[in-house]
T-cell receptor, first 116, second 112 residues
Framework: GAVVSQHPSRVICKSGTSVKIECRSLDFQATTMFWYRQFPKQSLMLMATSNEGSKATYEQGVEKDKFLINHASLTLSTLTVTSAHPEDSSFYIC????????????FGSGTQLSVL | SQQGEEDPQALSIQEGENATMNCSYKTSINNLQWYRQNSGRGLVHLILIRSNEREKHSGRLRVTLDTSKKSSSLLITASRAADTASYFCASDEETSGSRLTFGEGTQLTVNP
């Protein structure tokens, strides 16, 4: 069935390094994917909308040069956290709508990023 | 985007009891959805209610929507320990272009 697959599930990195997170739609095509960030015991905050074949749309306050999004195919979007710092430590989740009705969001299982 | 509000922030009940969570939103919506999140995991879609609907059921879940008050409630009946999770409402605002606005969430603990 239709699933959103996200990898890695957990990553620990040193400050200053870059980390890439992949989000794949399985058994369906996703022209649009969404990237969220979630701090402990808080809600999801939308970071950006990833559109296949075009530039991502970033929410206010999200640095596009720091959080690089690439949506090169209909089944894959990537989020790269560049020059990560401890304050970037968070839970990152991607999601995609399945079908043209644009109603139910399918979520990846999330990536816990810890920057030392 | 602004966050909706949910109450209570935390709810602790015994197995078998009912759990009610409330959500408010700020603008006109196309639909409102409820999601569940287990700790450290992604979200799972539970139920969607459209703006022209007032009540919807799915198994042990009952959702209501009051567009005049811009509020929704999620009722879980006959709760089980496995229902322990965080529950979020998400509003699909008419002007959002299909971007969902999530509420702050309710942490539900069901004690065996």
């Amino acid at each position: 069935g239709a699933v959103v697959s996200q990898h890695p599930s957990r990553v620990i990195c040193k400050s200053g390094t870059s980390v890439k997170i992949e989000c794949r739609s399985l058994d369906f095509q996703a022209t649009t994917m969404f990237w969220y960030r979630q701090f402990p015991k808080q809600s999801l905050m939308l970071m950006a909308t990833s559109n296949e074949g075009s530039k991502a749309t970033y929410e206010q306050g999200v640095e596009k040069d720091k959080f690089l999004i690439n949506h090169a195919s209909l089944t894959l979007s990537t989020l790269t956290v560049t020059s990560a710092h401890p304050e970037d430590s968070s839970f990152y989740i991607c999601s995609a709508y399945r079908g043209a009705a644009n109603e139910k969001l399918l979520f990846g299982s999330g990536t816990q990023l810890s920057v030392l | 985007s602004q966050q909706g509000e949910e109450d209570p922030q935390a709810l602790s009940i015994q197995e078998g009891e009912n759990a009610t969570m409330n959500c408010s939103y700020k603008t006109s919506i196309n639909n409102l959805q409820w999601y569940r999140q287990n700790s450290g995991r992604g979200l799972v879609h539970l139920i969607l209610i459209r703006s022209n609907e007032r009540e919807k059921h799915s198994g042990r879940l009952r959702v209501t929507l009051d567009t005049s008050k811009k509020s929704s409630s999620l009722l879980i009946t006959a709760s089980r320990a496995a229902d322990t999770a965080s529950y979020f409402c998400a509003s699909d605002e008419e002007t959002s272009g299909s971007r969902l606005t999530f509420g702050e969430g309710t942490q539900l603990t069901v004690n065996p």
